[in-house]
């Protein structure tokens, strides 16, 4: 070996109290109260492991909530004629455009925030873009005199882009249009629409695939479709017959069976009415749309609260480490006092008894201990050369000197 490596410590970690002292009539009181704190403890200890076993089964489940859309639809208008008056037309020019009837549709969407949110939990909110996947303006107007630029679509692509707040479509003419707006929802998980064949039965519409699965999965045990004897066998009863084409399944076949009844969400579909000849509304039409989402408040609030808890633990372990140095001082305490007892009750037979005991200790260090007078260590004492060993004239004279003392006490 290139060196000798550091012998490492033993952590203590035992912090009961012994049993002789507990019994004392003085220590009795206090004793039991400290044996009620150490149960207490455990089971203090058992329910914080389960809530952070919790705690990241939730981290990572990645928690999900609902949250409200508010989507804001408005429009201006400009160069029209009870604006620029008849002698507008004059003023026209085709080159830039400046002085042709337009309007403008501005479609603009926020998150409501949260009631009763604490400041402290309140996060920046996402961006309208980042909640739509695809978004389709549908202009209702004559063909002959707008051919063109009647369907504005916004994909979002596969690269990032900058997050917006809304979007703007100008269109020129002096017409009334009519609006249609179709929104394909970003959501977290992802939903799915259920076919009516299995959603009359669950009695749900929409869901993400996990919730569609746990609701067939409940509809089965709240009914016993769960065959007794193979509990990987799903029976069919009159309304899953048709679904599982035939008298069952088994247990590892519902995802399969549950993904042939969905289909892609409906569309959010919105009408909306322009009339240049008029003065636009002062305020936005406004409608209110229900989004899935991840709980990031939540999952803020839940890391804060592990981070706490590891900055906690470690002072807990710091204590712990305390008590259980106590503890054992206490038990050295109380092992020497019972040694000091026993010398005072009587030296005499002490001092034998422990003479007794070190001899023994010392046959098991030096070589094996006596076993029917015939060890190695016994065939060593009986040869004379051992008695002339340095340390034998020292040890003679201490046992001489423990002899005469407890004689002396006697």
Known sequence: MDGVKAVKRRKITDKSVPNALAQLPEFAEDSQMYQSLLEMEKKLDWTMNRKKVEVQDALARNPTTARTLRLFLSHTVSGQLWQTGEAGAEGVNFETGQ????????????????PNQRARDRVLPRKFSTLIKRMIVELDRDPTLYPDGNVVEWPRGPTIQQPLDG????RTGDQPTKVRLIIYLEQTPEQYKVAPDLGNVLGIKEESRVGIIQAMWNYIKI????????????????YLRPIFGGEGIMFHQLPELVNRYLMPPDPVVIYYSIN?????????????????MEDTSLK????VTVQSSKDSMSDLAKLDDEIALLSQSLHNSHTKRQFLQSFARDPANFIQTWLASQSRD????????????????????????????????EAVAVHEGLRLASRGMQ
């Open 300 to 303: 803020n609030r839940i890391m």
């Open 362 to 393: 010392l046959e098991s260090v030096l070589g094996s201990g006596p076993s029917e007078g015939a060890t190695i260590r016994a065939e060593e004492l009986r040869r004379s050369d051992f008695f002339r060993l340095p340390w034998v004239e």
């Open 223 to 238: 009914h016993g479709l769960q065959d007794k004897t193979d509990r990987r066998r799903i029976r069919a009863d009159d």
């Open 276 to 292: 240049p000849a008029h003065v636009p509304p002062e305020r936005p039409s406004a409608w209110d749309i229900e989004v899935k």
């Open 99 to 114: 002085g042709i009837p337009a309007w403008c549709l501005k479609v603009e969407g926020r998150l409501l925030e949260l």
């Open 167 to 170: 979007f703007t479509v100008r």
